[in-house]
């Protein structure tokens, strides 16, 4: 058995002023009723356009337990889940969840249960989401096959940035991971120990809308595809065999039409087909080695991977 004496809460908050204020009611009323364990709650507030921050200020100076993490830009969800971790290394567990209530606070009394036998990750699984469409359940669908058909790190199917952690966990995330594009799903199943699911149905967005437009889910998927796989690397020998054969069967049908068709130019038809074909295909390829190119060239940098603008805390300390 695991003893739990502190929890820390950490929730990433991007232009949720319609809703953050019922995720702290419900979530700090599941806290009160955890006996003999101190609970806080880490808010980190990736600049946004909305009162977001202010409305927390307010829920800050009115609940002792509550830190606000400003962050000086946006700098993302994962980032800002990694600012939130950073900053609660004192405690024996950390859970991360979203403040737009689909994560639901009422689990966590259930992560909890895990933790206490022994286990350092307790991760969520989607069972069901309420109100998503066809198209966005397919694609997460297909994102999580692409995912494990590459990557030798298995990512378990719809998975979700709620979790729970250990403090040795939180610990190892903080002093030996360095790298500025993180894909927490991947590093959590990579890092290994101890490990357990539990499903839950994730409700519907109780105000406001998804933060993820197709284009930021697009690069949150090419994040994590570069990050755990080189296998798209490898990827040009296959396209290149191929192509090989492919180019061996234009060159024996352009040898026949020569015969056959005495009106085309010699020539003509095979210089035109192969140069479009091969140019299409090492552009491919060269595609693929610039995005790992790109994403060495972006952690050669050696920027921070976030930077706090202001620290919130009328509990403890009011730096």
């Known amino acids: 058995m695991t003893s739990l004496h ?32 101190d609970t806080q709650i880490v808010y980190v507030v990736d600049r946004g356009t909305d ?19 400003a962050l000086s830009a946006r700098f993302g969800h ?13 405690s024996d567990a950390i859970v991360m969840m979203d403040s737009d ?49 590459l990557s030798s790190v298995p990512i378990r199917k719809n998975a979700a940035d709620f979790r729970l952690i250990s403090k040795r966990v939180a610990n190892i995330l903080a002093g ?4 500025r594009n993180m894909f927490l799903r991947g590093i959590f199943s990579w890092i290994g120990f101890k490990q357990v699911g539990v499903e839950y ?12 437009s197709l284009s930021r889910t697009l690069r949150f ?4 595809i570069l990050s755990f796989s080189t296998k798209p690397l490898q990827l040009g020998i296959i396209v290149g065999a191929w192509t090989g054969g492919a180019g061996f069967l234009l060159m024996f049908a352009a040898v026949v039409s020569y015969f056959i068709d005495r009106s085309i130019p010699s020539g003509w038809t095979t210089v035109v087909v192969l140069l479009l074909f091969f140019s299409a295909i090492q552009l491919f390829v060269i595609g693929i080695i610039g995005m790992y190119i790109g994403d060495l060239y972006l952690e050669m940098k050696g920027r921070p991977r976030y930077i706090l603008d202001e620290k919130i805390n009328h509990g403890k300390d009011k730096s």
């Open 6 to 37: 502190s929890l820390t809460i950490v929730a990433p908050v991007y232009n949720e002023e319609a809703v953050i204020g019922q995720f702290h009611a419900r979530t700090m009323a599941v806290a009160d009723a955890l006996q003999g364990v």
């Open 51 to 69: 009162r977001t921050l202010d409305v927390l200020r307010s829920i800050a100076l009115e609940d002792s337990r509550v830190t606000v993490l």
């Open 78 to 90: 994962q980032m800002s889940l990694l600012a939130g971790i950073e900053n609660s290394l004192d």
């Open 101 to 149: 209530l689909q994560h639901p606070p009422e689990l966590i009394p259930i992560l909890l249960e895990r933790f206490a036998e022994g286990v350092d990750v307790v991760y969520t699984v989607r069972a069901e989401t309420r109100g998503i469409s066809w198209t966005r359940a397919k694609a997460g669908e297909l994102f999580y096959k692409l995912m494990n058909a």
């Open 176 to 179: 030996d991971f360095s790298e």
């Open 201 to 212: 149905v994730a409700d519907e967005r109780a105000a406001g809308h998804s933060k993820y």
């Open 221 to 224: 998927a090419l994040t994590g």
